[in-house]
Nanobody
Framework: QVQLVESGGGLVQAGGSLRLSCAAS????????MGWYRQPPGKQRDFVAT???????NYADSVKGRFTIFRDNAKNMVYLQMNSLKPEDTAKYYC?????????WGQGTQVTVSS
């Protein structure tokens, strides 16, 4: 069992920056993937970014060049640095952890970008 707790969401103006944090605890395997998904109001949950335990990253096209994912494996944490925020980035952001056993989700943190 893995528990995930997100923090860092809030209200920001367009063009601003925000950093999200996710702390993982419980039965963490050395080989895993952590990342972020988001769900705008009235829409489906979509992929944002992931990084595996070897440092390989993936990004959604909509956030490339603006968002950066990075990990602190010693602390079992993953971060999402969000720059040049746009109103369309407004969503509830969820931390995701996966390993050979399956997928685990956090409760989410709300990000709202005003125009």
């Amino acid at each position: 069992q893995v528990q995930l707790v997100e923090s860092g969401g809030g209200l920001v103006q367009a063009g601003g920056s925000l950093r999200l944090s996710c702390a993982a605890s419980g039965s963490i395997f050395s080989i895993n993937t952590m990342g972020w998904y988001r769900q705008p109001p009235g829409k489906q949950r979509d992929f944002v970014a992931t990084e595996d335990s070897g440092g390989f990253t993936n990004y959604a096209d909509s956030v490339k060049g603006r968002f950066t994912i990075f990990r602190d494996n010693a602390k079992n944490m993953v971060y999402l640095q969000m720059n040049s925020l746009k109103p369309e980035d407004t969503a509830k952001y969820y931390c995701r952890y996966s390993d050979w056993r399956g997928v685990y989700w956090g409760q989410g943190t709300q990000v709202t970008v005003s125009s």
